[in-house]
């Protein structure tokens, strides 16, 4: 089947008529095709985008509110198709996948719920006559240019608050996964959204997120993906004067305490470093194990991971399914036999035997020990399920060694001292702190984001969106007489 561009509220072909086929990385089973698009359907949308602003922006929050509730119930009736699609598209298990999917009608649900909340502040003015207010007001027409990892959670908790807040919106979604984000622009439009409020043009994002960045009806840009491109885009955005928001990488650890809970600490951590084929800016990467407990830690982690079923996302039992592409499990590989050549392997390093993965794009969980600091695997950010172990003497080193990275997205701390943990939430050098949880997970009502160099410091979802998708406007009013 082949797909169009949502433009100006209608189903529009690419200017260049050429088309990518959309394959599944477990069996490149085809989705369908998708636009390759080109700069001047990026121009088409965002006049559409700016032709709209005006209209949306004087409807009140509640009519807007509207349209989220109606593309949310859309969702909801046809979920068990969009999440089985997002499964074949991005390959992460099903109990994931079907549970992003539903996590995208949650967010709409949230957000537009945040209609019947204030938007400004009464504050006291020094004179008995002047009243003061704050009131908020949207940008205009933002861009947004969303990663493959959570191809309907991160377009929708982006677009969310944009729409609501009385932002039009031009997205670029991953060319990887394409269907999720098509069926959120069905939802919208099914939902009868105003021409123009949301338009989407698929291609690759070094043709169509470039244009994006620098067209000047675009007042900002909203990006989640890597650093090497986000700094590219931040640099770009600024130069052209355009509020911009950041969502990088991570290099997420969890410390483990000799006090800690050893069966509920192993699962922990094969959450949060093998979900999802470790495909997450909030997986864990680093393990930092107290020595007092390392051995019989380290032997309970390598006898669970042994026990993951690798295969087929649409099965129930699977727990690890491919990485989204070629590429991806290419540069997976690559930091696998780095890891080889600097420390020590314990379980999985390659891909599996099984005949039936052979054509899907799968790799082992694999777990290192004896890693130097200084190693390629402790430091860069492998986005796979690749995993290494760190022995400490105390809490002291173990936040040392925690917060040595460029990274400052996600950490957590398994230990039943309140003390060390409460100590440990002021310690860690990150803006998501988990306490005997998973790095990975967020609720769509808390603020999301990161220190360092994962984020350029403003946060999504919650009640935070609001700053990035608004100004604020300040008012003193006096009577006339």
Not at 49 to 65: C, E, G, M, Y
Not at 257 to 285: H, M, P, W
Not at 386 to 396: A, H, I, Q
């Amino acid at each position: 089947m082949r797909h169009l561009n949502y433009i100006n509220g209608q189903w529009k072909e690419p200017s260049t008529k050429e088309y990518k086929e959309n394959l599944s990385p477990h069996n490149s089973e085809s989705l369908g095709e998708f636009p390759s698009s080109a700069p001047a359907d990026v121009h088409d949308a965002a006049a559409a985008a700016k032709r709209a602003f005006p209209a949306w922006k004087k409807l009140s929050i509640q009519q807007r509110a509207a349209y989220l509730q109606r593309a949310a119930a859309f969702l909801k009736e046809n979920i068990e198709e969009i999440g089985r699609d997002l499964i074949k598209e991005e390959g992460k298990a099903f109990s994931e996948g079907m549970g992003e999917a539903n996590r995208a009608v949650s967010i709409l649900e949230y957000f537009a719920a945040e209609a019947r909340q204030p938007l400004g502040d009464v504050i006291p003015s020094a004179s008995e006559k002047t009243f003061l207010y704050t009131t908020r007001t949207p940008l205009g027409p933002v861009g947004l240019i969303t990663p493959w990892n959570f191809p309907i959670a991160i377009p929708v908790w982006k677009m969310a608050p944009a729409l609501i807040y009385g932002n039009t919106v031009v997205i670029k979604p991953a060319d990887l996964t394409p269907k999720s984000v098509y069926y959120v622009m069905k939802a919208f439009d099914e939902a009868g959204l105003p021409a123009g409020v949301l338009n989407c043009v698929f291609g690759r994002g070094s043709v169509i997120g470039n244009e994006l960045v620098k067209h000047p009806d675009i007042k900002a840009i909203s990006f989640t993906g890597s650093n090497q491109v986000g700094r590219q885009i931040q640099k770009q955005a600024v130069e052209h004067g355009k509020k911009v928001q950041m969502e990088m990488g991570g290099k997420n650890p969890l410390v483990v305490l000799n006090d800690a809970d050893l069966d509920r600490a192993v699962e922990i951590t094969v959450g949060g470093a093998f979900k999802s084929t470790g495909q997450k800016c909030t997986a864990t990467s680093r393990v930092i194990v107290q020595e007092g407990i390392y051995e019989s830690f380290r032997d309970l982690l390598v006898k669970r991971t042994k026990e993951l079923t690798i295969g087929n996302p649409l099965h129930e039992g699977t727990y690890i399914g491919p990485a989204v592409s070629k590429a991806q499990l290419d540069g997976v590989l690559e930091m696998i036999e780095a890891g080889k050549s600097e420390a020590t392997l314990l379980c999985g390093g390659g891909i599996p035997e099984e005949e039936e993965l052979k054509n899907g794009f799968y790799v082992k969980p694999t777990i290192f020990e004896n890693v130097p600091r200084d190693a390629r695997i402790a430091r860069e950010e492998i986005f796979g399920p690749v995993l290494s172990l760190f022995k400490v003497k105390d809490y002291e080193e173990a936040v040392e060694m925690a917060n040595e990275t460029e990274f400052g997205l996600s950490a957590a701390i398994c230990t039943n001292n309140l003390t060390l943990a409460r100590r440990f939430v002021e310690d860690a050098e990150v803006g998501l702190v988990h306490v005997n949880s998973e790095t990975s997970g967020a609720e769509p009502q808390m603020p999301f984001g990161g220190v360092k160099n994962s984020s350029s410091g403003s946060r999504e979802q919650g009640k935070a969106a609001i700053e990035f998708y608004t100004e604020v406007k300040t008012v003193y009013m006096d009577p006339v007489v």
